[in-house]
Every structure is written in structure tokens, then in C-alpha cells.
């Protein structure tokens, strides 16, 4: 028997894996769309608001733009444009290092940051939405979307940085059946499915993951 796929009407009806699929299809579109929106009323394509978003995340600096363009799979002469009009907005700066004058060193500027917060207040409306769930319900899409993203990391699809599900300190399981199965090795705690970080400045990525 063939495996089920989204090519197949039947399998669109009945098929459990091929509905989520398709559901996930229809998730990543809606937060596409919602991503778009809050980046025009900021004047900025969804790729700049990303890169913002992300230096203003780290203030002090990400250290080459081939990471970033890694990151977000898209080629460097891409990420170099969206750069460019970011740095002629004063909403980034590049700079050569510090500690190595070879590498150019990219900051969001106060008024980038500003930018950054005031889209992603906008995308507050999300949280909104995820809140109105019951609270076990939450804590159940968590994991979910926590291990789908796992997942997505193995087959390289994306980066998932700062996130403890590939993080080389992560033990899954530990103690499998108890209320906080998970262990952090760097902080020796135990932790829940609730506890799971998704932006831990001290995240490092596991060797083995491919999409790192
Ligand atoms: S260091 Fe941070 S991301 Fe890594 S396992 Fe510990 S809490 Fe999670």
C-alpha cells in the first residue's frame, strides 16, 4: 500500500498525517500573511522585519551576514539587499569587529529596535489567539509544535536557534512518565514540557543537527 500523500483526493479526506499536513500548510500561510502585514505597517518586506527582529535579539551583534542568510535559507546577495536598505534606514549598523577587523559586525540600531518591538506587538494577536486555548491544551500544542520544529531542524528545513529541543545540553526524557521528564545539563535542572525554552541566550546547538 502506497504511503498516504497530498497528491491523493481520498488521503485528503481520510488520511490523519496528510490533514495535518495540510492544516500545517494552511498555519504557515495565515502566519505568513499576519508576518507581511506587520511588516508593512513598518515599512519593511517580512525578510528585513526578520533580521531586526533577530539583531535586536542579540545587542551584542551578530557577527556575518552568512549566518543569518543560512538561517533564513536564502541566498547572500538576497540577505545583502535586505541589509543594505536596513543600513541606509539607520535601523542597522555594520561595523568592522572589535576583536577582528575582517568580520563585519551587525547591530539594530535604537530606532531598528523600536521597529522591531512595534511588529511584534502587532503579532501580540497571535499570543491572543494561542490564550484562549484551555490551559491543557496549550501545554499539549506546545509540545507538539516544539517536536514538529525538531523535526523540521533534522531534515534541515530550518534553524531552530536558541530553542532547547536542539540544544547539545537537552536530555529528552530523562525520566520518561514523570511530570517534568527533561533535563538541562548546563543549568542541572529538570524540566517540563512547559518549561522548554524557544529563545535561550545560553542555547548552544547540538552537533548532529543537521539544519544547525
Ligand atoms: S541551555 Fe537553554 S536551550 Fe539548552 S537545554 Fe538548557 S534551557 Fe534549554
Same mark, same amino acid.
Given at each position: 500500500m502506497p504511503p498516504p500523500s497530498l497528491s491523493d483526493p481520498g488521503d485528503r479526506q481520510e488520511s490523519v498525517p496528510v490533514k495535518l499536513a495540510l492544516g500545517l500548510l494552511r498555519i504557515s500561510q495565515a502566519l505568513a500573511n499576519a508576518r507581511g502585514a506587520a511588516a508593512g505597517e513598518q515599512g519593511l518586506s517580512p525578510l528585513q522585519l526578520q533580521i531586526l527582529i533577530d539583531l535586536t535579539n542579540e545587542p551584542s551583534g551578530v557577527g556575518a551576514a552568512g549566518v543569518l542568510a543560512r538561517k533564513y535559507g536564502v541566498s547572500a546577495p538576497t540577505l545583502s539587499d535586505s541589509l543594505a536598505a536596513l543600513v541606509r534606514r539607520k535601523l542597522v549598523t555594520q561595523r568592522p569587529s572589535a576583536?577582528?577587523? !575582517?568580520v563585519r559586525e551587525l547591530r539594530a540600531t535604537a530606532k531598528g529596535r523600536t521597529l522591531a518591538e512595534r511588529a511584534l506587538a502587532d503579532l501580540d494577536q497571535l499570543v491572543g489567539v494561542c490564550a484562549q486555548m484551555p490551559h491543557e491544551e496549550q501545554q499539549r500544542s506546545l509540545g507538539a509544535a516544539l517536536d514538529l520544529i525538531r523535526r523540521f531542524n533534522e531534515l534541515g528545513w530550518i534553524q531552530a536557534d536558541r530553542m532547547c529541543v536542539t540544544c547539545r545540553f537537552f536530555e529528552r526524557d !530523562?525520566? =520518561?512518565?514523570? =511530570?517534568? =521528564?527533561h533535563w538541562c545539563r548546563l543549568i542541572s535542572r529538570k524540566l517540563a514540557a512547559a518549561d522548554l !525554552?524557544?529563545?535561550? =541566550?545560553?542555547q548552544e546547538p547540538a552537533v548532529s543537527s543537521p539544519g544547525s
Open positions: 576583536s577582528d577587523a !575582517r !530523562r525520566a =520518561p512518565g514523570t =511530570p517534568a =521528564p !525554552r524557544v529563545d535561550c =541566550p545560553e
